[in-house]
T-cell receptor, first 116, second 112 residues
Framework: GAVVSQHPSWVICKSGTSVKIECRSL??????MFWYRQFPKQSLMLMAT?????????EQGVEKDKFLINHASLTLSTLTVTSAHPEDSSFYIC????????????FGPGTRLTVL | QKEVEQNSGPLSVPEGAIASLNCTYS??????FFWYRQYSGKSPELIMF????GDKEDGRFTAQLNKASQYVSLLIRDSQPSDSATYLC????????????FGKGTHLIIQP
């Protein structure tokens, strides 16, 4: 149980285009989902917290107009990287928190974004 | 600024020995502590979590927490080559629906 999927697993795009990444909890409802970013040889950095039906909360230094997050249902959150640039190339990982009184997050497999 | 510190390694341990991984954190109010294993190019996978001071054992893994010293550790007994990975320490400071603060990870190499 507690499976989280991400789509796509990897994407290559041209500079200036937008990319949407989906995060789904497959066998549980997630009241809260998180988006992390990991640059090479760095650790995961929290970008934003996404709660179903409300606006996402962004961490300091993360541009909310560039990284659009939508959590329209209890099983789906999307991250759209708008006007992507090469410096946005990274490994984007989502996690989901079941609404059952636990704070154990279940991570998706990640999406490797390369911006040319 | 919440910080989680880990020795980046690499930590090299012979097969069958005990691997000891350490982590310190800055936020004294932190409530939940997690160890994740991450293989190169993959997403982290949860190994253990611990909330209370003391030891918690799960198979070959033992997590140790000392809140007074703001210190968390992970012991891996009977280390196997498949345990070679980067081990990430993560802390939840707020409890409940808060994101995790991760350390940079310790690269563990188990030598056959």
């Amino acid at each position: 149980g507690a499976v989280v999927s991400q789509h796509p697993s990897w994407v290559i795009c041209k500079s200036g285009t937008s990319v949407k990444i989906e995060c789904r909890s497959l066998d549980f409802q997630a009241t809260t989902m998180f988006w992390y970013r990991q640059f090479p040889k760095q650790s995961l950095m929290l970008m934003a917290t996404s709660n179903e039906g409300s606006k996402a909360t962004y961490e300091q230094g993360v541009e909310k107009d560039k990284f659009l997050i939508n959590h329209a249902s209890l099983t789906l959150s999307t991250l759209t990287v708008t006007s992507a640039h090469p410096e946005d190339s990274s490994f984007y990982i989502c996690s989901a928190l079941p609404g059952t009184g636990t704070d154990t997050q279940y991570f998706g497999p990640g999406t490797r974004l390369t911006v040319l | 600024q919440k910080e989680v510190e880990q020795n980046s390694g690499p930590l090299s341990v012979p097969e069958g020995a005990i691997a000891s991984l350490n982590c310190t954190y800055s936020d004294r109010g932190s409530q939940s502590f997690f160890w994740y294993r991450q293989y190169s190019g993959k997403s982290p996978e949860l190994i253990m979590f611990i909330y209370s001071n003391g030891d918690k054992e799960d198979g070959r893994f033992t997590a140790q927490l000392n809140k007074a010293s703001q210190y968390v550790s992970l012991l891996i007994r009977d280390s196997q080559p498949s345990d070679s990975a980067t081990y990430l320490c993560a802390v939840n400071s707020g409890g409940g629906a808060d994101g995790l603060t991760f350390g940079k990870g310790t690269h563990l190499i188990i030598q056959p």
